[in-house]
């Protein structure tokens, strides 16, 4: 019998789906986050949520912001949780000059898409990204219909 893990379960801790409706995403970093004890326990039982979050540069550093972990009642009973307080990306200094001259200079927004589990850490996957005007968002809805489309013609046309 091999040593592999005999349950596979998903890496994935939380989804901003609506990202790659709202913005053209480009260039994609990971970033470690800093937490605390009782954020982990409530990542671990599934209490994230990263759909409105954002990331800003102040002083140097990279913040996550509008990402909300709600706290266990059994695991933080003695620790005061905020939910929703700014949480420090962990990256490295070339990675943060790149982000920092895209967001300044380029006007690019910078946008959590994903966080996961990289074996006992939580990661933070980021991607700077454009806005989308209306008009670009009913061609990606009018592309992602056509290939949906088009799939189930070939699907029937090959049976």
Known sequence: MSKKKLKQSSNTIALNKKARHEYFLEDKFEAGISLQGWEIKSIRAGKANISDSYVIIKDGE?????????????ASSHVYCEPDRSRKLLLKRRELDKLIGAAEREGYSIVATAMYWKGPWAKLEIHLAKGKKSHDKRDTVKERDWQRQKSRILKHSVR
């Open 62 to 74: 990279a913040y996550l912001l509008g990402a909300e972990i709600q706290p266990l009642n059994q």
